[in-house]
């Protein structure tokens, strides 16, 4: 798919430079560029959530469960 990129001069230049060192064209160094920030930045969907309980002393049941006896306790004060 072809793809339409504004970008500063100096970085033109500077892309260019790289290129010729790499021996790759413009189209190829933008493509490893956005797959290498993928490959770094992307999370893969929903599963930055997957293992965040893996460090707590709590489970995540135990932790819902003490959280709604604090609403419970609240319920009881404000009757």
Same mark, same amino acid.
């Not at 797959?35 to 930045?41: M, P, Q």
């Not at 999370?43 to 003490?66: S, V």
């Given at each position: 798919?072809?793809?339409?990129?504004?970008?500063?001069?100096?970085?033109?230049?500077?892309?260019?430079?790289?290129?010729?060192?790499? !021996?790759?064209? +413009? %189209?190829?160094?933008?493509? &490893?560029?956005? #797959? $290498?920030?993928?490959?770094?930045?992307?999370?893969? !969907?929903?599963? +930055? %959530?997957?293992?965040?309980? &893996?460090?707590? #002393? $709590?489970?995540?049941?135990?932790?819902?469960?003490?959280?709604?006896?604090?609403?419970?306790?609240?319920? &009881?004060?404000?009757?």
């Amino acid at each position: 798919m072809r793809t339409i990129i504004d970008l500063p001069p100096e970085q033109v230049d500077s892309l260019d430079a790289w290129c010729r060192q790499e !021996g790759v064209s +413009r %189209a190829e160094a933008v493509r &490893r560029a956005v #797959a $290498e920030h993928l490959r770094k930045h992307h999370t893969g !969907g929903g599963t +930055r %959530a997957f293992g965040i309980w &893996r460090d707590l #002393a $709590e489970d995540g049941l135990a932790y819902q469960e003490r959280l709604r006896s604090e609403w419970d306790e609240r319920e &009881r004060g404000w009757s």
